[in-house]
Every structure is written in C-alpha cells, then in structure tokens.
Antibody
C-alpha cells in the first residue's frame, strides 16, 4: 500500500533552517509529481511547493519563494523540503502528498511533521 | 487571502443532503478537487476533476460544477462525514495551486 512518512520537523529559532524528508513506498515514486502542503495550528490548508517527477519543474507559493527549496531523490524514493530563513508564520504541520495521474490531484498524503518557529 | 471561497461552516441533519460550495474565477478554467480532513488526521481526497470519486469513497459523495462554482454533494449524510472539507484548484492569478478556506461540516 502507498505510504508517505514525513520527518525532520522540530523547534527552530526565527532565521534558522530545517530540512524535511518524505520517505515513500508502495508506488513507483519516480513517475509521480509530489507536493508539500502545510497547515498552521487551527488554520486551513496552504499549498507550499510542487516538483515534477523528473525534477524538471518546481513551483513555490509566494509566501515561501526564495526561502524554501523542494527536491527529490528518485533512487531513494524520497522527497525533501529545505527550509531556510524560517519565520514565525512558517509554524505548521507540513504534509507531503503524492499526485494522481493528474498533478492537480493529491491522492495520498503523509501524516505530517510539525515545524515550530519560535524564539 | 484565498482565491477560492468556501462557507466557513455548514450543518446537515443526519440522512439529509448537503451541498458544500467553492467559488472562484479559476474554476471557469480549471477543475476542482475536494479533500476531507477529520481532527488530528491528514486530508483525504474525496473527489477529483470535479465529478470523479476515488476508490473507497462512498457513493453518497458526488461533485458538480457550474460557472465559477464547484460543489461537493453528500446525499444521505452520515455521522462519520462530519469533518472539514477543502476545495483545491489552480489559481488564475498565477499561483499554481490554492486551497479554499475550508468548510466545517456538522452532522446534526
């Protein structure tokens, strides 16, 4: 069965960095695009970033552009999100999500990893 | 602020039909997908390309679209359908994807 497992969350000071990982199994990772989506405490879902199956295209939300970098290692079936210049407003649960045949549809999600940015 | 607008809260009597709507200019061009999220859990895809239901989603869930509004319809709502529902689509202003603000569904 499809499994997505995020890791790397934690508490970091403003201006700091974290690298999130999303280890996947149960599907052919190298042929699917992947997204990161976040959810601040008590708030709604916010799309963060997307990477195409072959890393040829990467997109970012305006709120993270220039600070976050999405990447993937198809040999390790793993998705990453490098987060630099973290701000208090980046505090959220970060989910990775697999795309369906259409990259607009997020058909499987991980359980999320919590990032807290606080001094 | 979100470019897809949802009612913050909707309620429905057990066994009745409820329509959850999502409005935005981009929906005239792009399909909407819908996600159900229960407290403490990850979202689950319940409808894609407006009217397509993933395997495992009960057939009481359906979707429709007209103009700038997409709808998720639950026919015969059950207690287990109580959750937050989010629509998602491309953003016509240039952001690749955007979620609606979410609708909290209460089953009475």
């Amino acid at each position: 069965q499809v499994q997505l497992l995020e890791s790397g969350g934690g508490v970091v000071q403003p201006g700091g960095s974290l690298r999130l990982s999303c280890a996947t199994s149960g599907f052919t990772f190298r042929i699917y695009g992947m997204h990161w989506v976040r959810q601040a405490p008590g708030k709604g879902l916010e799309w963060v970033s997307f990477i195409r199956y072959d890393s040829s295209d990467k997109y970012y939300a305006d709120s993270v552009k220039g600070r976050f970098t999405i990447s993937r290692d198809n040999s390790k079936n793993t998705l990453y999100l490098q987060m630099d210049g973290l701000r208090v407003e980046d505090t959220a649960v970060y989910y990775c999500a697999k795309t369906a045949k259409n990259i607009d549809d997020f058909d499987y999600w991980g359980q999320g990893t919590l990032v807290i940015v606080s001094s | 602020s979100s470019e897809l607008t949802q009612d913050p809260a909707v309620s429905v009597a057990l066994g009745q039909t409820v329509r959850i709507t999502c409005q935005g200019d981009s929906l005239r061009t792009y399909y909407a997908s819908w996600y159900q999220q229960k407290p403490g859990q990850a979202p689950v895809l319940v409808m894609y390309a407006e009217t397509n239901r993933p395997s495992g989603i009960p057939d009481r869930f359906s979707g429709s679209s007209s103009g700038d509004t997409a709808s998720l319809i639950i026919t015969g709502a059950q207690a287990e359908d109580e959750a937050d529902y989010y629509c998602n689509s491309r953003d016509i202003s240039g952001k690749p994807w955007v979620f609606g603000g979410g609708t909290k569904l209460t089953v009475l």
